[in-house]
């Protein structure tokens, strides 16, 4: 059975910082890409992150680039989210993907969804 589960949501002031990771498991690792979604209340799903099977194609969403960074270790079947600099607009929860295309994460393209972390930026 699939699965991707992730942890190192909580909450946290304006400026500070998480780091998200996900474990995966059921699934060979590798012939995945990696990904990071997320969702606010009333909000659509958006891209936030996504690293190619090899961990050597990394792409940020363009307004996440200066404060967000994605990676993944093969060896643990693990990617984590290293947030910086959270603002209000960051809370969201954030999920957790497994890209079909083994390269690069595509929201049409996602074979496995985590059950999501909650994000909370608040002061």
């Known amino acids: 059975q699939e699965q991707l589960v992730e942890s190192g949501g909580g909450t946290v002031q304006p400026g500070g910082s998480l780091r998200l990771s996900c474990v995966a498991s059921?699934?060979?690792?590798?012939?995945?890409?990696m990904g990071w979604f997320r969702q606010a209340p009333g909000k659509e799903r958006e891209f936030v992150a996504g690293?190619?099977?090899?961990?050597?194609?990394?792409k940020i969403a363009d307004s996440l680039k200066d404060r967000f960074s994605i990676a993944r270790d093969n060896d643990k079947n693990t990617v984590s989210l290293q947030m910086n600099n959270l603002q209000r607009e960051d809370t969201a929860v954030y999920y957790c993907?497994?890209?079909?295309?083994?390269?690069?994460?595509?929201?049409?393209?996602?074979?496995?969804w985590g059950q999501g972390t909650q994000v909370t930026v608040s002061s």
């Open positions: 059921g699934f060979t690792f590798t012939s995945y890409s």
């Open positions: 690293v190619g099977w090899s961990g050597g194609m990394r």
């Open positions: 993907a497994a890209g079909s295309h083994p390269y690069y994460v595509q929201e049409r393209r996602i074979a496995f």
